[in-house]
């Protein structure tokens, strides 16, 4: 599975911003994509998740804010991210869970990050 990121960019405290990544490969083997947001100074955090039957879960400082969604083929995920603060700027990774079928040993990959800068 490859990921392909995009959609980060600079907005004001209070704008919106929507990331998108698009799947290929052995799209069917994925069971759950997450972005994840790496700051200087901290560990990478999943932001939000989404699993195959499309149930999500959010960090709780994004709830309300932010919404992931995908496409009905699963290849494309987004997060639309709303009243945005500067405390979300970060680097944005999308990943995917997948399960090797040949080795039954579930892997994960990831995108290329994409910068978000919210200013103040």
């Known amino acids: 599975v490859q990921l392909q990121a995009s959609g980060g960019g600079l907005v004001q405290a209070g704008g919106s911003l929507r990331l998108s990544c698009v799947a290929s490969?052995?799209?069917?083997?994925?069971?759950?994509m997450g972005w994840h947001r790496q700051t200087p100074g901290k560990q990478r955090e999943l932001v939000a998740q989404?699993?195959?039957?499309?149930?999500?879960n959010y960090l709780d400082s994004v709830k309300g804010r932010f919404t992931i969604s995908k496409d009905n083929a699963g290849s494309t995920m987004y997060l639309q991210m709303n009243n945005l603060k500067p405390e979300d700027t970060g680097v944005y990774y999308c990943?995917?869970?997948?399960?090797?079928?040949?080795?039954?040993?579930?892997?994960?990959?990831w995108g290329q990050g994409t910068q978000v800068t919210v200013s103040s």
């Open positions: 490969g052995n799209i069917p083997t994925i069971n759950a």
């Open positions: 989404i699993t195959r039957s499309s149930s999500t």
């Open positions: 990943e995917a869970d997948s399960l090797n079928i040949a080795t039954m040993v579930a892997e994960r990959h």
